[in-house]
């Protein structure tokens, strides 16, 4: 019996520490993935939003029934909304509210709640406020958040690299990590709204 008491606390402590180490290794895993995605935003490797060229279309058309027209469209606003909010100063709440209505502009199916998004910008503009974006990190930052809020017959697995995008984006040059990771949690709390939104 005393053996049998030995034995079992001995594999005890081999699973407990197998466990400790396969969630540090999910931990390295993740951070591995992080820096993979800062040095592509930085090389400027094409964001997940852009389509491949064969997925292209091909047929120009009038902005109001091409998607790809109404989307160029919000994301030059919401990069103007971005621009606007410099480094070093607080956003005004009038920027705030630019923003967040040219968000609700941009969205071109179910509409997130007003308090997500809000909650949503209130993160960004902090969080831009810590750092200066040169002018194409802020239009691969509009482009994706135009993307996510428009992500209702996207591929989860599109969504989700998106997501990260952001986060990547954010984290380039600066070491607020958590911030970083919190405006893209955000972000994905109002792309999952308008992607339940939509499935309605």
């Known amino acids: 019996m005393r053996t049998l008491l030995v034995a079992m606390a001995v594999l005890g ?10 969630a540090q290794a999910d931990q390295i895993k993740r951070r591995a993935k992080e820096l993979s995605n800062q040095n592509n935003v930085r090389q400027g490797v094409a964001p997940p939003t852009q389509r491949p060229a064969s997925q292209q279309p ?17 994301s030059a606003k919401i990069q103007a909304d971005i621009a606007g ?7 005004t709440p009038e920027q705030k509210q630019q923003l967040i209505k040219d968000l609700a502009v941009a969205c071109r199916g179910a509409k997130p709640s007003l308090p997500a998004v809000t ?6 503009t902090a969080a831009l406020a810590d750092k200066t974006l040169d002018s194409a990190r802020q239009a691969r930052l509009a482009q994706n958040i135009e993307a996510v809020l428009n992500s209702a017959s996207m591929p989860s697995a599109q969504f989700d690299a998106i997501i990260a995008d952001v ?32 499935a309605r």
Not at 85 to 91: F, H, I, R, T, Y
Not at 119 to 124: A, D, I, P
Not at 173 to 191: C, F, I, T, Y
């Open 13 to 22: 402590l081999l699973v407990s520490q197998a466990l400790g180490q396969g």
């Open 58 to 74: 091909t047929a120009p058309k009038s902005s109001a029934t091409n998607p790809a027209a109404s989307s160029r469209l919000g």
């Open 85 to 91: 909010l410099k480094p070093g100063s607080l956003a």
């Open 119 to 124: 909650t949503f910008v209130n993160e960004l």
């Open 167 to 198: 986060q990547a984006i954010l984290q380039t040059g600066s070491p607020n990590r958590n911030l970083a990771a919190s405006v893209a949690g955000k972000l994905k709390a109002v792309g999952l709204e308008a992607r339940k939104g939509s």
